[in-house]
């Protein structure tokens, strides 16, 4: 299966949301997917890692690719510090973008414990309409909140991020 793994904003020109002890976003996604992408390959899945700054770009790139699944990773940021959690978006409800949402933030949230936001729809997201295979956009947990920061900047954090949506992916690919 070809996959897309996309890590959201770009170092050195879009940090994307910035957490109060300077942790950028787009650090934390470039490392996420880097280890998604390894965690695919190892068990044969063709696996392609894009981080461009622009998002035309990063949807021809997959286009181009063939890929039969697009996730783009991200951390979410509100004003509201206390706001924690992960959700995961889709396309529109029903259909293959819906369950592989699904699979994605079931695992996050049994292997991470993080607060479940649920799967969401959001027919505006340039990526998950640009696409052409289900696409899903990843908010693994707020930036903007202290404690999900300290998890998104740990070692163990990111792995364990990364494992689950590695997962989630398999589950989804192992169902159709």
């Given amino acids: ?28 996604t470039k490392d996420i997917a880097g280890r998604v992408v390894d965690l695919l390959k190892s068990v044969g899945h063709n ?38 959690g992960t959700e995961t978006f889709a396309y529109t409800e029903g259909g293959d973008s819906d369950r592989l949402a699904a699979c994605i933030q079931l695992q996050i949230i049994d292997s991470m414990g993080t607060v479940d936001h649920g799967v969401k729809y959001h027919a505006g997201l340039y990526v998950l309409r640009n696409t052409n295979c289900p696409a899903v956009l990843v908010e693994c947990a707020f930036i903007s909140n202290n404690e999900d920061e300290a998890l998104l900047a740990s070692e163990d954090g990111k792995g364990g991020f ?15």
């Fill in 162 to 176: 990364a494992r689950a949506i590695a997962r989630g992916i398999t589950d989804y690919a192992a169902s159709i």
């Fill in 1 to 28: 299966m070809k996959i897309t793994i996309n890590a959201g904003h770009y170092p050195g020109l879009d940090s994307g949301a910035v957490g109060a002890s300077g942790l950028q976003e787009a650090d934390v």
């Fill in 47 to 84: 696996a392609l890692f894009v981080q461009k700054n622009e998002l035309y770009e990063i949807t021809q790139l997959s286009n181009d690719f063939g890929a039969d699944l697009f996730i783009s990773i991200h951390c979410n940021a509100a004003e509201n510090t206390d706001a924690r």
